[in-house]
């Protein structure tokens, strides 16, 4: 089974310094709805990965983040799309847990409660956790531009990180670009596009 694993903020809709706290900050990227819509009807399972520190912060309740996900969720269905699951971690960078992305406990989960494996599954993110959980997991990573992509581009190009080597990383100017490419068939790119 082909399976898409994607960060939310950044990726799917706009993000924000100050947190995605509500429907009324919730604002998808141009193209990104359509391009889940599209993966899941060509065969693809849709797996969201999503770290959401506000929650833990106490920057918005867990019924504002089911909000956004049930929208998310129709938006998508009204498109002929469906996504498999949608899996978050609450917590805070210093409470060091394993399910926060670059940890892969998020991925674990979604593996038991969907019964896949998600080894070797494109992982399309904006950030360098993003691609360090790529790695650490055996999937295949995927920039996109949109969000933190640029500065995370800038900073993987100047060497400013100390992140997991990434190799073979595919980089799209969005999650359009992503899924055109891969309904298309035509081999990954490892540059720009």
């Given at each position: 089974?082909?399976?898409?694993?994607?960060?939310?903020?950044?990726?799917?809709?706009?993000?924000s310094?100050?947190?995605?706290?509500?429907l009324?900050?919730?604002?998808?990227?141009?193209?990104?709805?359509q391009?889940?819509a599209?993966?899941?009807?060509?065969?693809?399972?849709?797996?969201i990965?999503?770290?959401?520190?506000?929650?833990?912060r106490?920057?918005?309740?867990?019924?504002?983040?089911?909000?956004?996900?049930a929208?998310?969720?129709?938006?998508v269905?009204?498109?002929?799309?469906?996504?498999?699951?949608?899996?978050?971690?609450?917590?805070?960078p210093?409470?060091?847990?394993?399910?926060?992305?670059?940890?892969?406990?998020?991925?674990?989960v979604?593996?038991?409660?969907?019964?896949i494996?998600?080894?070797?599954?494109?992982?399309?993110?904006?950030?360098?956790?993003?691609?360090?959980t790529?790695?650490?997991?055996?999937?295949?990573?995927?920039?996109?531009?949109?969000?933190?992509?640029?500065?995370?581009?800038?900073?993987?190009?100047?060497?400013?990180?100390?992140?997991?080597?990434?190799?073979?990383?595919?980089?799209?100017?969005?999650?359009?670009?992503?899924a055109?490419?891969?309904?298309?068939e035509?081999p990954?790119?490892?540059?720009?596009r």
């Open positions: 089974m082909n399976c898409i694993i994607l960060d939310r903020d950044g990726v799917i809709n706009e993000d310094p100050d947190y995605i706290r509500g009324n900050d919730w604002q998808p990227i141009p193209g990104s709805i391009a889940i599209d993966l899941s009807l060509a065969g693809f399972l849709i797996v990965a999503t770290n959401q520190s506000g929650l833990a106490g920057l918005f309740r867990l019924d504002n983040m089911q909000a956004i996900h929208r998310l969720h129709q938006l269905a009204a498109k002929g799309g469906n996504i498999a699951g949608i899996f978050y971690c609450p917590h805070r210093e409470d060091d847990c394993n399910c926060r992305k670059p940890g892969v406990g998020l991925l674990q979604a593996e038991r409660e969907l019964g494996s998600l080894r070797d599954a494109w992982f399309v993110g904006d950030r360098m956790t993003d691609l360090q790529a790695a650490a997991f055996g999937c295949k990573p995927v920039l996109v531009k949109t969000g933190r992509g640029v500065a995370t581009l800038e900073a993987l190009h100047a060497g400013h990180t100390h992140s997991t080597q990434v190799n073979s990383l595919c980089i799209y100017d969005d999650l359009a670009a992503v055109n490419s891969l309904l298309s035509e990954a790119p490892t540059g720009d």
